[in-house]
């Protein structure tokens, strides 16, 4: 598992290794590292270290000393360094004194452009700034042409929530310490590729993490010898309806792609979801169903009396139940339905059915608005996103960073809800599920957009079809990733 831990966290791990070690020791610590992360890309990147140019932003704070810092590492294997001080009154002293030392260069004064510098480290602002760039620094950073290396964070985004409101670094490298924040997997896009230095920090579990995929795909249900169709899991799938009938065909299919069980399809749009998949056993209504392992309604399935009717018999099982869609309409009407349930309870909202279920939006902390519903209600909760939250009730989460947006397309969102229902019928923990399946059902958006093989730029446009064309493949994929660990 990949571990994020909020500011305050770090801080507290900090406290007593800055109370032990002398005076300095965890910002060289850091430092160095950071100049050793900072001179294998510029080797990468011009295929030389010494005679290249780097450009320090240093802003007040300890955040600007680490970068005067890594600077002086870096002029020693000579690189040219220039340090444009943000902050000249404020600038930490050792590392200013460091870096002019070994003959790093200063600018007190915030010159209109950088010239042409291979790098620039971003230094402006650490884990305990908020709030977005001011504006002279917002001016020097949008005239930026070179790639930037973002220390611990860039700049201009919250640290623990990812939010953007202004003006803020892009980078396409941050370099981070001690451990990862939740800015580097809820805002993926603006730290670019994400390297840890370790510095020695002595920190509990983490109650926010992701899965690797070699993780995912070992816990994937795959057929033992004494397995038949019943003991891999039955899920039921109530979905789809007159007007919505594509919903139950994308929930089921994706049902039937996930495991090698069986799928039961309950609702109106049987004849459309046999033409498709012929395996599957239908039945007209939720009563004259057999048994299931696991329930996935609400997809396409409409918010009328009866739908709420069907909605109230599911939840009335004992079973784990996935509810999505128009089922989470009929919730926010009626959450008594779900609340105080004994049995696990699964609800995938989006933003929007997020508000209606709260009466709030879950920006600009998704994760703590995530965990608030979970606890609140007693049931998991995955937020849809790029960033896709599951939390559990006891607040413990896992994110997944899909990677882009392909799935943001209609009907997507019927594909995880099958496959995840379907990894929940297996007997997986409710939170693994669903982890096991956002991932899955990202993979195959970005199989989809990338094409036949999987060769192309990434940039054709996908459907819901489409993704659920590659579902199979992303499952291999996983699967491969744990035989090869």
């Given at each position: 598992m990949r571990s994020y831990y909020q500011c305050e966290q770090i801080r507290a791990a900090e406290a007593p290794l800055l109370a032990s070690l002398p005076v300095g020791t965890l910002m060289r610590r850091a430092a160095y590292g950071l100049a050793r992360i900072v001179a294998e890309e510029l080797h990468t990147r011009t295929g030389a270290v010494a005679g290249r140019t780097v450009t320090l932003l240093v802003g007040s704070g300890d955040n600007g000393g680490d970068a005067l810092w890594a600077g002086a590492f870096l002029r020693r294997r000579g690189v040219a360094v220039t340090a444009v001080l943000l902050a000249p009154d404020r600038t930490h002293p050792g590392g200013l004194s460091a870096l002019q030392a070994v003959g790093g260069r200063t600018a007190s004064a915030i010159p209109e452009h950088l010239g042409d510098p291979d790098l620039v480290l971003d230094g402006?602002?650490?884990?305990?700034?908020?709030?977005?760039?001011?504006?002279?620094?917002?001016?020097?950073?949008?005239?930026?042409?070179?790639?930037?290396?973002?220390?611990?964070?860039?700049?201009?985004?919250?640290?623990?929530?990812?939010?953007?409101?202004?003006?803020?670094?892009?980078?396409?490298?941050?370099?981070?310490?001690?451990?990862?924040?939740?800015?580097?997997?809820?805002?993926?896009?603006?730290?670019?590729?994400?390297?840890?230095?370790?510095?020695?920090?002595?920190?509990?579990?983490a109650d926010l993490v992701s899965a690797e995929p070699a993780e995912l795909g070992a816990i994937w249900p795959v057929p033992g010898p004494d397995d038949d169709k019943y003991s891999q899991g039955v899920v039921g799938i109530v979905a789809g309806s007159a007007q919505y009938p594509g919903a139950g065909v994308l929930c089921t299919g994706a049902a039937v792609a996930a495991t090698s069980g069986m799928v039961r399809y309950v609702g109106s749009a049987a004849a459309e979801v046999l033409a498709r998949f012929p395996e599957v056993v239908a039945a007209p209504t939720f009563d004259a169903a057999a048994r299931a392992q696991a329930w996935v309604v609400g997809p396409g399935g409409g918010t009328d009396v009866q739908a709420e009717k069907t909605l109230r018999d599911v939840l009335a099982t004992d079973l784990p139940v996935l509810v999505d869609a128009d089922g989470l309409t009929i919730l926010a009407r009626n959450p008594s339905l779900v609340r105080g349930r004994s049995a696990p309870t699964l609800l995938t909202p989006h933003a929007g059915e997020f508000a209606r279920l709260t009466g709030s939006d879950p920006h600009p902390n998704r994760v703590v608005a995530a965990r608030r519903l979970a606890a609140q209600w007693q049931v998991h909760v995955l937020l849809k996103g790029r960033a896709t939250l599951i939390a559990r009730p006891d607040g413990h989460t896992f994110v997944n960073d899909a990677g882009g947006s392909w799935a943001s397309t209609a009907g997507a969102g019927d594909l995880l809800a099958g496959i995840v229902g379907a990894l929940m019928s297996s007997g997986m923990p409710i939170d693994l599920a669903a982890a096991a399946g956002a991932r899955a059902h990202a993979l195959a958006a970005n199989l989809a957009a990338r094409g036949e093989g999987g060769e192309s730029s990434g940039t054709a446009p996908v459907s819901a079809s489409s993704i659920a064309d590659y579902l199979r493949a992303a499952v291999r994929i996983l699967r491969t990733h744990a035989s090869e660990s």
């Amino acid at each position: 598992m990949r571990s994020y831990y909020q500011c305050e966290q770090i801080r507290a791990a900090e406290a007593p290794l800055l109370a032990s070690l002398p005076v300095g020791t965890l910002m060289r610590r850091a430092a160095y590292g950071l100049a050793r992360i900072v001179a294998e890309e510029l080797h990468t990147r011009t295929g030389a270290v010494a005679g290249r140019t780097v450009t320090l932003l240093v802003g007040s704070g300890d955040n600007g000393g680490d970068a005067l810092w890594a600077g002086a590492f870096l002029r020693r294997r000579g690189v040219a360094v220039t340090a444009v001080l943000l902050a000249p009154d404020r600038t930490h002293p050792g590392g200013l004194s460091a870096l002019q030392a070994v003959g790093g260069r200063t600018a007190s004064a915030i010159p209109e452009h950088l010239g042409d510098p291979d790098l620039v480290l971003d230094g402006i602002v650490g884990i305990s700034g908020r709030g977005s760039l001011r504006p002279a620094a917002a001016a020097l950073v949008d005239a930026i042409t070179a790639p930037i290396v973002a220390i611990d964070t860039p700049s201009g985004v919250d640290p623990d929530t990812g939010v953007v409101d202004g003006p803020a670094v892009t980078a396409a490298l941050t370099v981070t310490f001690g451990a990862r924040k939740p800015v580097h997997v809820l805002a993926p896009a603006r730290c670019g590729r994400v390297e840890l230095i370790d510095i020695g920090l002595d920190l509990p579990p983490a109650d926010l993490v992701s899965a690797e995929p070699a993780e995912l795909g070992a816990i994937w249900p795959v057929p033992g010898p004494d397995d038949d169709k019943y003991s891999q899991g039955v899920v039921g799938i109530v979905a789809g309806s007159a007007q919505y009938p594509g919903a139950g065909v994308l929930c089921t299919g994706a049902a039937v792609a996930a495991t090698s069980g069986m799928v039961r399809y309950v609702g109106s749009a049987a004849a459309e979801v046999l033409a498709r998949f012929p395996e599957v056993v239908a039945a007209p209504t939720f009563d004259a169903a057999a048994r299931a392992q696991a329930w996935v309604v609400g997809p396409g399935g409409g918010t009328d009396v009866q739908a709420e009717k069907t909605l109230r018999d599911v939840l009335a099982t004992d079973l784990p139940v996935l509810v999505d869609a128009d089922g989470l309409t009929i919730l926010a009407r009626n959450p008594s339905l779900v609340r105080g349930r004994s049995a696990p309870t699964l609800l995938t909202p989006h933003a929007g059915e997020f508000a209606r279920l709260t009466g709030s939006d879950p920006h600009p902390n998704r994760v703590v608005a995530a965990r608030r519903l979970a606890a609140q209600w007693q049931v998991h909760v995955l937020l849809k996103g790029r960033a896709t939250l599951i939390a559990r009730p006891d607040g413990h989460t896992f994110v997944n960073d899909a990677g882009g947006s392909w799935a943001s397309t209609a009907g997507a969102g019927d594909l995880l809800a099958g496959i995840v229902g379907a990894l929940m019928s297996s007997g997986m923990p409710i939170d693994l599920a669903a982890a096991a399946g956002a991932r899955a059902h990202a993979l195959a958006a970005n199989l989809a957009a990338r094409g036949e093989g999987g060769e192309s730029s990434g940039t054709a446009p996908v459907s819901a079809s489409s993704i659920a064309d590659y579902l199979r493949a992303a499952v291999r994929i996983l699967r491969t990733h744990a035989s090869e660990s």
